[in-house]
């Protein structure tokens, strides 16, 4: 046999091995298949698609309504919403609210103090949702209570991410 197919055979010999433990490698180093999921993002302006309002037996939905917007805009630690009339306040449809405050996500327990609202007797409350969010939908539900205002219903809102 000549030197080169000496050399030959034990480069292939080592090619092979090298080759293997490579694949051997790679197979154990792959990434796992169950991820963690990612908390998805809240910041952004959602516009809010349907509402309902549920008291002791009696559910009632609060949303649609007919020439009326509403938004809710989240950044990485307070909130605000509006609610408007498409008229822009030209007629006896016209309607403004507000409110705004600070939140806190942690998994789907979501809260909210809400700090500012035209609705003077809510604020300074607190709210407790649970929220979750797919895709571009973001469903909150929870209990609003307010003792001194005599509230104390569950609210299911639905909203739709435009930004």
């Not at 694949?23 to 809240?42: D, G, I, M, R």
């Not at 797919?134 to 005599?150: A, H």
């Amino acid at each position: 046999m000549t030197l080169y197919m000496i050399h030959f055979n034990v480069i292939m010999k080592y090619s092979l091995a090298v080759a293997l433990l490579c694949s051997a490698l790679l197979f154990y180093c792959k990434p796992p298949t169950n991820k963690p999921t990612e908390q998805k993002s809240l910041d952004g302006t959602w516009q809010l698609v349907s509402a309902l309002s549920i008291t002791k037996q009696d559910t009632v939905v609060t949303f649609p309504i007919k020439n009326q917007q509403v938004v809710k805009i989240f950044n990485q630690s307070h909130f605000a919403f509006f609610k408007h009339d498409h008229s822009r306040g030209k007629d006896s449809t016209a309607v403004f609210g507000a409110g705004s405050g600070s939140y806190k996500l942690e998994g789907e327990n979501y809260s909210e103090h809400l700090e500012y609202c035209n609705a003077r007797g809510c604020e300074n409350n607190d709210f407790h949702f649970t929220l979750s969010i797919n895709n571009d939908t973001l469903i909150q539900r929870g209990i609003e209570k307010i003792d001194s205002l005599g509230v104390d219903r569950v609210i299911e809102e639905i909203y739709r991410r435009i930004n």
